[in-house]
């Protein structure tokens, strides 16, 4: 069943829609906690490196999956909104054959150049091994992880978020007892936390098609809209692969910091890669309200309710501020005891403490950017998301990371900085954008709505 996202209190409304992508980020932010937490448990800090490595590159992978099926998501929220039900199953049927096509060639070229991405990460020698291990599973896996977030695409596009909720629910509980039993009982280190987020994913991905072929819609679909459109397919494209390209840069400036813990050391990767896990659980909230702007918001450009979009931004970024700030002050009392949790190694506790406290300042500053940034890209506007980002990235975080690790040799602190003076850029950029737009009353965006409608009728 769909849900119309442009009636009713918009507090409520948007609530009600973000409270299951949040309990969705928590669960999949899990997984990788979840093996962290284990391999901590059984393993030294080689193996809990070789799973931070590699669960930042699937993570990375991961994210850019998600941002392109955010184009499938806003163009079926707009197609539902406009009451358009040709366009909502075009969109669907075109969503399936572009995220099959994409996943059975990255696949393939991620095998094939395993060895050279471990390499590149400058991985510790003592964890190239299981690195190898990890990341080689994990590849293969692939289809079932973009299946997952194509099934979630679609019914969040429909209005669903509670449906990817129960996906990954089963997925996670799954890859919690299949770590302890791989990890812990059977002693298989990093390729047994590998072999658990594989068969979990699988497991999900049979859960979500057995919903959708029992599900209940006012759209019908069949075999005979799994056509390429190159139109429909030009419009996911051109929400969705901004957001792509936005998301790898985020995480591809995650890998350089981690590439430059790598060079420090085992125990300052270590370190790094537990405070990025938990950096993922603090971020849940403005990831969970960026993408449930940009559904709410399509929704409602679609039944061309400008204002009540814009009431949903400023609600979802007091939301988000008021969080940030709660994280941020509490972890600075309780980070040694929370790090302390994933490994006993005194010089991991000590620079995942230094590294912690001065990263959470970001949970403030970056949620501000995350609900721009799916308002942006509801109007068709992704690119502003990706240029703030990526300016960010190239003229603030990377090089703030390095510096700081050159000059700053015995602590992770400063290292930490550089995340929230980056984001402190993007809220500067997208504020400026928004206040321009504004005055303006946002004539681009409707024009770009009225194109909408008239391609998709």
């Known amino acids: 069943m769909e849900h119309d996202l442009t009636k009713g209190k918009i507090g409520r409304t948007l609530f009600l829609f973000a409270l299951p992508f949040m309990i969705s980020y928590l669960l999949q932010t899990l997984y990788g906690l979840a093996d962290l937490f284990v391999i901590g448990r059984f393993n030294g800090a080689e193996s809990i490196t070789a799973v931070s490595v590699g669960t930042q590159v699937m993570h990375m992978l991961t994210v850019m999956l998600v941002g392109l099926s955010v184009g499938s998501t806003v163009m079926i929220g707009r197609a539902v909104g406009a009451k358009n039900k040709d366009a909502v199953e075009k969109n669907i049927g075109n969503t399936f054959l572009l995220f099959l096509t994409l996943s059975l060639v990255l696949t393939f070229i991620l095998l094939f150049f395993l060895d050279e991405i471990v390499s590149l990460m400058l991985t510790p020698r003592e964890a190239v091994a299981e690195t190898v291990l990890y990341l080689r599973v994990c590849f293969i896996g692939i289809p079932f992880i973009t299946a997952y977030n194509i099934i979630s695409a679609v019914f969040r596009g429909l209005g669903d978020s509670k449906s990817p909720m129960y996906f990954i629910a089963v997925a996670c509980v799954l890859n919690i007892a299949l770590d302890f039993?791989?990890?812990?009982?059977?002693?298989?280190?990093?390729?047994?936390?590998?072999?658990?987020?594989?068969?979990?994913?699988?497991?999900?991905?049979?859960?979500?098609?057995?919903?959708?072929?029992?599900?209940?819609?006012?759209?019908?679909?069949?075999?005979?809209?799994?056509?390429?459109?190159?139109?429909?397919?030009?419009?996911?494209?051109?929400?969705?692969?901004?957001?792509?390209?936005?998301?790898?840069?985020?995480?591809?400036?995650?890998?350089?910091?981690?590439?430059?813990?790598?060079?420090?050391?085992?125990?300052?990767?270590?370190?790094?890669?537990?405070?990025?896990?938990?950096i993922g659980i603090m971020f849940l909230i403005p990831s969970s309200m960026s993408s449930a702007v940009s559904a709410m918001v399509a929704q409602n450009i679609g039944a061309e309710r400008h204002d009540r979009a814009r009431g949903t931004l400023r609600l979802a970024l007091r939301v988000t501020i008021l969080c940030g700030l709660f994280f941020a002050v509490s972890f600075q009392f309780i980070s040694e005891p929370v790090i302390e949790l994933f490994s006993g190694n005194e010089k991991v506790i000590l620079f995942g403490d230094q590294y912690l406290r001065s990263y959470v300042i970001d949970c403030v500053l970056a949620g501000i950017h995350f609900c721009f940034s799916g308002f942006f890209c509801a109007y068709g506007l992704s690119l502003a998301s990706f240029a703030h980002n990526a300016l960010s990235a190239v003229l603030i975080r990377v090089p703030g990371a390095f510096l700081a690790s050159l000059y700053f040799a015995d602590t992770l602190y400063p290292m930490g900085l550089a995340a929230p003076l980056g984001s402190i850029f993007s809220d500067i950029f997208c504020i400026v954008l928004f206040l321009l737009f504004s005055r303006k009353r946002f004539p681009q965006w409707r024009g770009d709505q009225r194109m909408f409608l008239q391609k998709s009728s």
């Open 181 to 278: 039993l791989l990890i812990g009982y059977f002693g298989m280190g990093a390729k047994g936390a590998a072999l658990a987020t594989v068969i979990s994913q699988s497991t999900s991905v049979l859960v979500a098609f057995l919903s959708v072929k029992l599900r209940k819609t006012d759209f019908s679909f069949s075999f005979a809209h799994l056509k390429f459109d190159r139109h429909i397919v030009g419009d996911i494209f051109k929400v969705g692969a901004p957001i792509s390209l936005q998301d790898w840069l985020i995480q591809f400036n995650f890998l350089l910091i981690l590439v430059i813990a790598n060079y420090r050391g085992v125990e300052a990767a270590a370190a790094v890669g537990i405070v990025e896990r938990l």
